[in-house]
């Protein structure tokens, strides 16, 4: 990221909590070194984005799916590009509120779920109640997305949930109607004016794009052999529950959590509640990257980075499971590293380190059709 303004990049790339990303700079490490400009590269597994945000950076296209709809909407606001009368009209919806909520309280009509209560005091529900009704009045579009984001990333906060990865309820003292207006706030005037700077920078939107799809069905939406490379990161098994993490953000916008949570590969859920063996995961990933080989063009590079995990007890090398999984596929290795999670040094998720699990990257090559057989 040399000679770009690394700060403005990463406030950017972490505008809004996500697990398990990426760094961006080794996002865009791998597409300098695979890609040239104009390349399409393509990210199954895209959650926050930075596969996408890398791309445009260094002017590749790109395109990515994800089944969460949280990704999507972080993603899309990574490749937002507003005009001057857009900004405009950010800073006058967020001044009009800022200004006006109070009166704005007295007409709402308070949003509802099952278990809402539970997890958000009334203060709280009124608030963002009010706020939805208001990201509702504007156009259809770019405008929307940047308040659904800022919405999205306070939800949180102003929740009774203990953090980001604690699900559980506790009682937060300073929750008030004034305290979650003034949470959306001052979150909004700070993501618009680091978005403003963002904004400058000349970089490729229009044509990348995030999808919500499950990427086991991600032939249908590009041509077969159309993808230069293919840079991601899938779930790290039994590590995660996506859309647990996210679930009251997907509530609070509207989308429904069920269809995420059995569209999700690698979860907790699969893999500690449901207790299922290895051999899910592994033909999951092999349904998916089979879709992603129809995609890629001959001689096409994949790069995989993926940690450790453990399943009914049992460590599951990622390393050895992947090879395995994909020898149908005939790819050729062409590169492999990896990063110890109990290391000093710098690993992808901080969170996730412990002793004996690795963190690998591993690069392959497509074969011709006529190698392949
Ligand atoms: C390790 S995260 C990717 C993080 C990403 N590299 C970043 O920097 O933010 C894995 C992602 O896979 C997504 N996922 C899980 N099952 C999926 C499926 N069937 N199709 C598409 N995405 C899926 C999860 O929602 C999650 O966002």
Redesign the pocket.
């Known amino acids: 990221m040399t000679d770009f303004d690394q700060d403005l990049l990463r406030k950017i790339d972490r505008i809004h909590p ?1 697990p ?3 760094p961006l700079d080794t996002a865009m490490a791998y597409i300098e070194k695979y890609t040239r400009e104009n390349d399409l590269v393509f ?9 996408l945000l890398a791309a445009s950076i260094l002017h590749r296209r790109g395109f990515g ?4 709809p949280i ?1 999507i909407l972080i993603s899309e606001f990574k490749l937002l590009a507003l005009d001057e009368g857009e900004l405009c009209a950010l800073n006058d919806f967020i001044s009009d509120f800022a200004e006006n909520y109070r009166n704005y309280l007295s007409d709402t009509n308070l949003y509802s779920y099952a278990s809402i209560g539970h997890w958000f005091c009334n203060d709280s529900i009124l608030v963002l109640s009010c706020i939805k009704e208001r990201i509702a009045l504007l156009p259809d579009g770019k405008q929307r997305t940047f308040c659904n984001l800022v919405l999205s990333s306070v939800i949180n906060i102003v929740s009774n949930q203990e953090s980001d990865t604690r699900y559980a309820a506790i009682e937060k003292k300073e929750l008030s109607i004034r305290y979650v207006a003034e949470t959306f706030i001052k979150k909004f005037r700070h993501i618009l004016s680091v978005f403003i700077q963002f904004n400058r920078l000349d970089r490729c939107t229009g044509k990348n794009k995030p999808l919500l ?4 069905e991600c032939v249908k939406i590009s041509a077969p052999k159309s993808i230069d490379f293919i840079l ?5 098994p039994n590590s995660y529950d ?1 859309y647990l993490y996210h679930k009251h953000r997907m509530l609070w916008l509207g989308y429904d959590v069920n269809s995420v949570m059995a ?4 979860s907790r859920r699969e893999f500690s509640s449901l207790r299922l063996p290895k051999e899910k995961f592994n033909s ?1 990933l092999l349904q ?1 990257f089979e879709a992603c080989n129809t995609l890629l063009k001959e001689h096409g590079k994949i790069a995989i980075i993926m940690g450790d995990g453990k399943i009914r007890g049992e460590k599951y090398d990622a390393k050895e499971n992947l090879e395995k999984t994909l020898e149908p596929l005939h790819w050729r290795p062409i590169e492999y590293s990896y990063t110890n999670l109990d290391d000093t040094s710098r690993s992808f998720q901080q969170s996730y380190r412990t002793k004996e699990k690795r963190e690998h990257v591993l690069v392959f090559e497509k074969e011709s059709d006529d190698e392949a057989i």
């Open positions: 996500y398990a990303k990426f990210d199954p597994f895209l959650g926050s984005g930075t596969t799916t994800d089944v969460n990704a799809c499950d990427a086991k991601t990161s899938p779930p790290y996506y569209a999700e590969i690698g999951d998916v």
